[in-house]
């Protein structure tokens, strides 16, 4: 955005971040402190002119025109206006700037440590939310579009205006951007690349601190994987590629499939902590990053392990470059698969709510086709569905709720062992293999 200023009316250019803005919003982003009753006013009454002609608050703009804006409209001093900017410490600005990974002028790319929360909340004093400001320099605050666990490291990007903020949380939104993680978990998968599909919900009685799988009134939540190695049967280095966005999401699908991530006492219990040399910290890390970029280059960032993780690797004799291959990607599902899903999620609804009639009619006790809640105990098998030929070294016993993967994920190692195992809980393999990404996300 460039400005003429003067003393009775102001010109502003529309820049390309604002391509498609509604004019109120672009009063928001660039003038807060002209409030929207007063900006009705003066679309109402012509004030406020785009290239000369009249125009409405819901009026897109392009870039490259010309806004007419009447003066005053000014906020009193200390009421709206801006977020006011906090004075940062030089410590806290070095810890910043050791954060970037890349940077243009659409966004800040950041490798989050762990231990250090997104944003603020109750006693949250420290998150990276509160350092933004270190990269703001005489522009706008950056701002974030999407967030990571406390204690998950990695990519986390950061739109440096207000247009790349509203084009890249379009993308993440959509389900365009492409998320890789990697992590540790216990034991390991009995299929090396699969696709968990368990519904999730916030669990009763936690504040909507923990998540839980919910079959019945739980949100959609896909999850796919692949085993790149493993430490005999004692634990397993996986590939996570969420398909959709929901809380959790990652942490409880592994703990629901009987492996959860080592580290993550809150969803794996006791159970998810290794002895020996192995850090007690969560082995959860935002590997890399594929989205588009508003100047048409997708932006492909990778972000490198913390040392408690890459330490914990070398122990158990894992090599961080075989993990370097970047598998196909996953397809995404359409507006119609997701009907379909919701459909037949409905209408098994509808035939155990039947069953369910008709045992009380004839006093049964056993509820007909009920399936049931996954228990989310090791050992359950719900939800996880092969996507396609068993691949890498020969697994241990299968968990709950995944699915085979369409192609190998790792390096045969010799010849499958026996008939790949009965698909859990009326899981069916996956549609044809991912397709390759045309640029790393």
Avoid: C
């Avoid at 200023?5 to 004019?23: H, P």
């Avoid at 006013?41 to 125009?55: E, F, Y």
């Avoid at 605050?141 to 967030?147: E, M």
């Avoid at 910290?281 to 040392?307: C, F, Q, W």
């Amino acid at each position: 955005m460039s400005r003429d200023n003067s003393d009775t009316v102001r010109q502003f250019t529309v820049g390309r971040d604002d391509e498609g803005v509604r004019l109120d919003r672009w009063f928001k982003r660039h003038l807060p402190e002209v409030g929207f009753a007063m900006v009705s006013r003066w679309a109402r009454t012509g004030q406020i002119r785009v290239d000369g002609k009249r125009a409405d608050v819901d009026t897109r703009l392009t870039p490259g025109q010309v806004l007419r804006v009447p003066p005053g409209g000014e906020a009193k001093p200390g009421l709206g206006g801006s977020r006011p900017r906090r004075e940062l410490t030089e410590e806290e600005i070095e810890r910043a700037d050791a954060m970037v990974l890349t940077q243009d002028r659409a966004a800040i790319v950041l490798n989050k440590p762990p231990g250090l929360a997104t944003q603020g909340g109750s006693g949250m004093k420290e998150h990276v939310d509160g350092l933004l400001d270190a990269y703001a320099g005489k522009g706008p605050r950056p701002r974030l579009v999407h967030r990571l666990d406390k204690d998950t490291s990695g990519v986390l990007l950061v739109a440096r205006t207000p247009g790349s903020a509203a084009f890249f949380s379009k993308r993440f939104s959509g389900r365009t951007a492409r998320k890789i993680y990697w992590a540790l978990v216990v034991g390991v998968p009995s299929i090396n690349d699969g696709m968990i599909e368990l519904p999730l919900a916030k669990q009763p009685g936690t504040g909507g601190e923990k998540m839980h799988v919910d079959e019945e009134g739980g949100q959609s939540a896909r999850t796919r994987y692949r085993v790149l190695d493993r430490a005999g049967n004692r634990a397993a280095w996986v590939e996570l590629h969420p398909l959709t966005g929901r809380t959790h999401q990652l942490r409880v699908h592994m703990a629901a499939i009987g492996h959860p991530i080592v580290g993550d006492g809150k969803y794996g219990g006791q159970e998810a902590f290794l002895s020996g040399t192995i850090s007690r910290k969560m082995h959860l890390h935002a590997r890399r990053l594929i989205i588009d970029h508003p100047d048409g280059v997708p932006l492909d960032v990778t972000a490198p392990l913390p040392e408690h993780f890459a330490n914990s690797l070398a122990s158990l004799g894992f090599d961080e470059n075989d993990g370097a291959e970047l598998p196909e990607a996953p397809p995404a599902p359409g507006k119609d698969d997701e009907k379909r899903m919701a459909k037949a999620h409905a209408k098994q609804y509808r035939k155990e709510r039947r069953g369910e009639r008709r045992s009380r009619r004839d006093g049964s006790s056993e509820r007909p086709g009920s399936r049931g809640k996954p228990s989310g105990k090791p050992g359950s098998k719900l939800g996880v569905k092969p996507a396609g030929k068993p691949a890498g070294r020969p697994a241990a016993k299968a968990g709950p709720g995944a699915k085979p993967a369409s192609r190998p994920a790792s390096k045969p190692s010799g010849k499958p062992s026996g008939k790949p195992a009965a698909r859990p809980g009326g899981a069916r393999p996956s549609a044809g293999g991912p397709s390759s990404p045309r640029g790393k996300r």
